[in-house]
C-alpha cells in the first residue's frame, strides 16, 4: 500500500518516536519524526503534514503550547494526542488542555498500542 499521507511524530522518546516512524513508512505513509515541539514547528514550516501524532509531555514548549501553535498556523493539520493516562488530567491547567485537546481527532495513552494507532491513523486519514 502506497500512500501519499504526510505525517509527522513528535515525542521526546527515541524509543517510540522511531517504532512509530518505521511501522507506518512500513504502511506505505511519508513520516518524520521530530523530539521537541520547537523541531516540529521548524519542520512544517518547511513542509505540511496531513497528520501529526503528539505526545503532551515533552521538554520545551510541551505538547499543548505546539498544538496550539500549530493550529494557529495549519488549523486543517489533523492531530492525534498520545499522552500517559494522568498527563492530561493532572496538570495544573487541565480544563483548558482538555478543551485543547478536545480539538484533536484521538487521544492514545502511552505507551502506545500499536494496533489502536493503526485503526486511529485509518480513520482519521
Avoid at 480544563?95 to 494507532?117: E, M
Wanted: hydrophobic share 45%; glycine share 8%; charged share 25%.
Amino acid at each position: 500500500m502506497t500512500t501519499s499521507a504526510r505525517i509527522l511524530i513528535v515525542d521526546d522518546e527515541v524509543n517510540i518516536r522511531g517504532a512509530l516512524v518505521t511501522l507506518l513508512e512500513k504502511k506505505g505513509y511519508q513520516v518524520r519524526g521530530a523530539g521537541t515541539g520547537e523541531e516540529a514547528l521548524e519542520q512544517l514550516a518547511a513542509a505540511a503534514a496531513d497528520l501529526v501524532l503528539t505526545d503532551l509531555k515533552m521538554p520545551g514548549i510541551g505538547g499543548i503550547e505546539f498544538i496550539r501553535r500549530l493550529k494557529a498556523k495549519w488549523p486543517d493539520t489533523e492531530v492525534v494526542v498520545m499522552t500517559a493516562p494522568d498527563d492530561l488530567l493532572c496538570s495544573r491547567n487541565a480544563r483548558p488542555q482538555k478543551a485543547l485537546v478536545g480539538r484533536a481527532q484521538w487521544k492514545i495513552n502511552q505507551p502506545p498500542s500499536l494496533t489502536i494507532k493503526r485503526a486511529s491513523l485509518e480513520g482519521t486519514l
